[in-house]
């Protein structure tokens, strides 16, 4: 432990927070919107278009200073054949057909970035209802955001691109969750993992606790810069939230929450693997996240000179509410928007644990021990014993 005293300079706000070896307080999501009230309609129906006319109808969305933008729709339906788009500032296109992507007529679009997207909508085959737009959030981006850092000494993380082993591969189920809770829009990470039901992530439930929340969510994945050290961006691929399958029934909590995917996310980004294996002090470990909801990093070292490998400290501890020895902690570092990442082994195979805390000692962060999490949640999730 003497490395970890070496390292107790906790900055931002956590050091305000952190007092003598106890748990100072849950890495929460961040808070990057607010929801607001916006009134649009198509005509009901709406217009018949012809070839010389394929948009018959279209609406432009502007909520000054945003950074991004999402759009609630409800009574969407289309006639077969017609579809909306949604192009934002930089060009993003979204498209959306007969009733959306629940079969209800109620969604939240995918975000598009700045403040004004343009709704346009295509064909008009035949007489159909149209669509009314009755809220929209407001984005902020998260430089524009005090977070609470936990951060000990210098900040060894580094984008997923300056690593080529383990391959970057190792970390495409990964994902930037963005959804909504109450009022405002938050952020968190999450992974696609095996179990009973297809296309399966799993989260913290201090960030997705209910299916209300499940149906506000956006997965991206695959948004990490392609060069290290450089802000060109991967292709970003985007789905909605499905169905909320289980969160923790243990007492005091394992803080974490299994839900499904639209679409087959799965087939593209592939799935972490859940290990009963537990790891033991000085296991070297992996720590990838999107702290912020910026694009994905790798806690891979402890410093920033990249000399100091992660490692996990002690295992079978409790900190906060957590349930009784279901904690391991570490000094890699974290910050808000980092909840619910995977703790990974050293090689990046197997899943040892789910970060959920910040600041559990002066200078550690910890996770869930996943063999618990295994146990609780039964078939929903698949884990191996090696």
Not at 81 to 86: E, H
Not at 107 to 120: C, E, K, M, P, Q
Not at 332 to 349: A, R
Request: proline share 6%; net charge negative; glycine share 12%.
């Amino acid at each position: 432990m003497s490395r970890l005293l070496l390292r107790c300079a906790v900055v931002g706000i956590a050091l305000a927070l952190v007092f003598a070896g106890t748990y100072a307080g849950a890495q929460t999501p961040v808070k990057v919107g607010e929801t607001l009230d916006y009134t649009a309609s198509t005509p009901h129906p709406y217009p018949v278009g012809n070839e010389n006319r394929p948009v018959v109808w279209s609406d432009t969305v502007t909520s000054p200073g945003a950074a991004w933008l999402r759009i609630h729709f409800t009574g969407f339906d289309l006639a077969k054949g017609d579809f909306v788009t949604i192009q934002g500032t930089k060009g993003e296109i979204y498209r959306y057909d007969e009733m959306g992507p629940y079969g209800n007529g109620e969604f939240w679009s995918f975000a598009t970035d700045g403040d004004t997207a343009v709704v346009r909508l295509h064909g008009g085959s035949s007489l159909a209802q149209g669509y009314t737009i009755d809220k929209i959030a407001h984005g902020t981006t998260p430089a524009d955001l005090p977070v609470l850092e936990v951060v000990c000494g210098t900040d060894g993380r580094k984008d997923v691109a300056c690593y080529t082993v383990p391959p970057k591969v190792t970390f495409n189920p990964i994902a930037r969750l963005l959804f909504q809770d109450g009022a405002s829009w938050y952020v968190c990470t999450g992974s696609l993992v095996p179990g009973s039901n297809a296309n399966t992530l799993i989260t913290n439930n201090h960030c997705i606790s209910s299916q209300t929340v499940t149906a506000t969510l956006q997965a991206s994945f695959n948004y990490q810069v392609s060069i290290c050290g450089k802000k060109t961006l991967e292709p970003v691929s985007v789905y909605n939230g499905g169905t909320f399958l289980k969160t923790s029934s243990v007492t005091g909590g394992l803080d974490y929450t299994l839900v499904t995917l639209l679409g087959s996310p799965a087939a593209t980004w592939g799935m972490m693997t859940p290990t009963t294996l537990e790891p033991s002090p000085a296991s070297v470990m992996l720590f990838p996240q999107h702290p912020k909801g910026d694009v994905k990093k790798l806690g891979k070292f402890e410093d920033n000179k990249q000399t100091i490998l992660c490692t996990v400290y002690t295992v079978h501890q409790t900190f906060g509410t957590s349930a009784p020895n279901s904690q391991f902690n570490y000094g890699c570092d974290s910050e808000g928007g980092s909840s619910g990442s995977p703790i990974l082994n050293g090689t990046g195979s197997r899943m040892w644990g789910l970060h959920h805390y910040g600041g559990v000692t002066s200078c550690s962060n910890s996770a869930t021990h996943m063999n618990l999490i295994c146990q609780d949640a039964g078939s929903l999730l698949s884990c191996t014993s090696n």
